[in-house]
């Protein structure tokens, strides 16, 4: 089986990547398990930690570059589709986030579409799709993005609808929702702050967070995240059923609770070097995100979320907290 990774040297693709070569293979249209035989990595930048294994290969370039995207999906099985232009810079700049997430993503479609075996697609949409202040967000809920990034994402998910209903390909579209903690630098997600109040005061680095402690996020950690993405993949075509859309569940936290289990697991000084300056820009974009959300029909595919905010530490504690003397990038 050959994979392809977008966005694949970014943290959610680098950590799939890692689960995807241990764990050494994936199913199949016919539910069988099939080895991974290659695993192509695709972004603007080579992976920091290059997996030393021969199945690798990396391809650095645009995702919305015709010749890379045919070198990397030429006999394709399974496209992991990660790449994009986050929230914040896609609302900063329309055009790039027009370029990378929706006109990208049509050129992908169009170079799977129509192959003898479909290719299982797996897209990165995100709850942005939702906005509106939203307080409770269920499977049924209507799309209303109020960002251009989720505004992007629902037009991709429609695409993939349309492109499955003509049996061009095997598309799911996984609505994330705030995925943390974060390891390495802050990026230009409006949520990236959600990470950096954890992260960096664990490396003993003053953080500054832009909303108030009583900011509630839907929350779920890059464990549990890979674990989804890779159940949502092994489902079958039937068993996934309509719509080609999948809400993900999360963990509802708000900062102080975040705070609190930071406070847990490495005392009160620690949890001092987060200070408090609103940035009304920030607060306004998050504050339209839903935090509460029933992800009823990822429950009944067995995919399931976290218990609350300490273990979202201890995850992040467990995979990185003895490794981060200053950012891994």
């Known amino acids: 089986m050959k994979v392809v990774i977008t966005g694949g040297a970014g943290f959610v693709g680098s950590r799939l990547a890692d689960t995807l070569l241990r764990d050494g293979g994936l199913q199949n249209a016919q539910g069988e398990d099939v080895p991974v035989r290659q695993l192509v990595i695709v972004d603007q930048m080579a992976p920091h930690n290059l997996p030393d294994d021969g199945r690798v290969k990396v391809i650095v370039g645009q995702v919305n570059d015709p010749q890379v995207l045919a070198e990397a999906l030429a006999g394709a099985d399974s496209v992991f589709h990660l790449a994009s232009v986050v929230s914040g810079g896609a609302e900063a700049d329309l055009q790039l986030g027009l370029s990378v997430n929706l006109d990208g993503t049509r050129l992908l479609l169009d170079m799977i579409a129509g192959r003898t075996e479909p290719v299982k697609l797996i897209f990165a949409s995100s709850i942005a799709v939702y906005g509106g202040g ?196």
């Open 134 to 329: 939203a307080t409770r967000v269920d499977d049924a809920t209507a799309a209303w993005p109020q960002s251009s990034y989720g505004v992007q994402k629902v037009c991709c998910e429609l695409l993939i609808g349309d492109y499955s209903r003509r049996g061009l390909i095997d598309g799911r579209s996984l609505r994330f929702p705030t995925i943390g903690i974060r390891p390495g630098k802050p990026n230009k997600a409006n949520s990236s702050f959600v990470s950096n109040i954890v992260r960096e005061p664990l490396a003993g680095r003053v953080t500054v967070c832009p909303v108030g402690p009583e900011t509630e996020m839907a929350l779920m950690s890059p464990g549990r995240l890979v674990q989804a993405i890779i159940r949502a993949h092994n489902l079958g075509n039937e068993e996934f059923g309509w719509p080609r859309t999948l809400l993900l569940p999360s963990v509802r936290v708000s900062v102080a609770q975040l705070l609190d289990a930071l406070e847990t697991r490495a005392g009160p000084a620690v949890r001092d070097l987060v200070h408090f300056e609103k940035d009304d820009a920030i607060h306004a974009m998050v504050s339209t995100w839903p935090a509460n959300l029933e992800a009823a029909r990822a429950a009944a595919f067995g995919i399931r979320t976290n218990r609350d905010a300490l273990e979202i530490v201890d995850e992040y504690i467990f995979d990185h907290g003895d490794k981060e003397n200053g950012p891994t990038g």
